[in-house]
């Protein structure tokens, strides 16, 4: 590496603080706790939604999707138990986006619009098994299980 990157490399690496990355897991995990808060101050519009998507019986599926949103959010947060909520959001998003996203059976233009929704939410699935793989990884003694 040569001076002048190692040199960048410094500057930058001060930013990577603890606030930082809390405030990247808070981003991460924002459109879920707005949406459990949400579904919870607008009990009917989720049990509204849940019907939009078919999934019956409506209110354990809107009770469950808000538990899941807020809990793994709130565990991604505190670092308790994050890998198991970074997994969890992770798997949730992967199934709404196809359930919530067929771009594939829709016309153009609303066709591009889903596209690049599905695309942007495999992203988020991206995000947060990168979240859990990192939390494993701090938890296990030279990143690999014994």
């Avoid at 040199?7 to 897991?25: E, I, K, M, Q």
């Avoid at 354990?60 to 899941?68: G, K």
Wanted: with cysteine; charged share 15%.
């Amino acid at each position: 590496m040569t001076n002048s990157a190692h040199t960048v490399t410094r500057f930058a690496a001060r930013f990577a603080t603890p606030s930082l990355r809390w405030l990247a897991l808070l981003g991460l995990c924002a459109a879920y706790l707005q949406g459990g808060v949400n579904k919870t101050t607008d009990f009917a519009s989720a049990i509204a939604e849940m019907r939009h998507f078919g999934l019956s019986p409506e209110v354990p599926f809107a009770i469950a999707v808000i538990a899941l949103e807020l809990v793994a959010s709130v565990m991604i947060l505190t670092g308790f138990g994050r890998w198991i909520g970074a997994l969890a959001l992770a798997s949730f998003t992967l199934m709404a986006t196809f359930v919530a996203l067929r771009f594939w059976e829709l016309e153009p233009p609303a066709r591009l619009m889903a596209a690049n929704s599905f695309f942007e939410h495999l992203g988020l699935v991206g995000g947060f098994l990168l979240v859990a793989w990192h939390d494993l990884r701090e938890r296990v003694p030279n990143g690999r299980p014994s």
